[in-house]
């Protein structure tokens, strides 16, 4: 295969898992971070401590963390169905993902705020400050160099996910390494796909680190 005839099936498929990198990302970010900050306050000597909901949200937690993505995939695929009407495609691939990175990037934000000093968060609440107040305003802008740091890893993991994605129909760099890589036995594609890949996992870890760094800084 030339280059000609690879070149736009490379364009087209990191595209496609550029889409759902990008879609899971926000969704992971929308559905983790509440559940990350909900970890902490319910926690003993959190802000709201509530020790069994704190217990179930661990568990459920902990149940999205222990599955493997492949098997996550297939497990949910009547979910994928009833949300998307589909479950072959980019946007299919975008349910199956956020459900398994969603958790995992929420123990990365509960780690982030229970390493912001305790100290900080009793100030807060000597001067008169609520729960949302600390959590807006002292929490998460204090934590947000590990937030950063947490997000790159997740998104990290979402591009590895994506490309096992490609195993059951989801299309991107996976679904090409697949298809025409190793069925149809195109070892360049495959070697081309792989480094398409690492560069896009290292531009992805060096902007992090970059933001990680300045927000450290302030």
Do not use: C, H
Request: aromatic share 6%.
């Amino acid at each position: 295969m030339t280059w000609d005839e690879m070149s736009p099936l490379l364009l087209e498929a990191t595209g496609q898992t550029t889409q759902m990198v990008v879609w899971s990302t926000l969704f992971t970010v929308l559905f983790g971070l509440p559940l990350g900050i909900a970890l902490v306050v319910t926690d003993r000597g959190g802000l709201l401590p509530s020790p069994v909901l704190n217990r179930v949200l661990g568990l459920v937690v902990n149940l999205g963390r222990s599955l493997p993505f492949i098997v996550l995939m297939i497990a949910v695929i009547p979910l994928t169905r009833l949300i998307v009407g589909t479950t072959i495609g980019t946007f299919a691939a975008v349910v199956p993902l956020t459900l398994g990175a969603a958790p995992f990037f929420a123990r990365l934000v509960e780690t982030a705020l229970r390493e912001v000093g305790r100290d900080t968060v009793q100030a807060a609440q000597a001067m008169g400050a609520g729960r949302g107040t600390i959590i807006g305003k002292v929490l998460l802008p204090e934590a947000m160099p590990g937030l950063v740091a947490g997000l790159t890893v997740t998104v990290v993991a979402l591009i590895s996910y994506s490309a096992m994605a490609g195993a059951i129909g989801g299309g991107g760099l996976g679904d090409l390494a697949i298809r025409y890589g190793y069925q149809r036995f195109e070892t360049t594609l495959m070697v081309v796909t792989v480094v398409v890949l690492v560069v896009i996992v290292q531009l992805v870890q060096t902007l992090g680190d970059v933001v990680a760094r300045r927000l450290a800084r302030r």
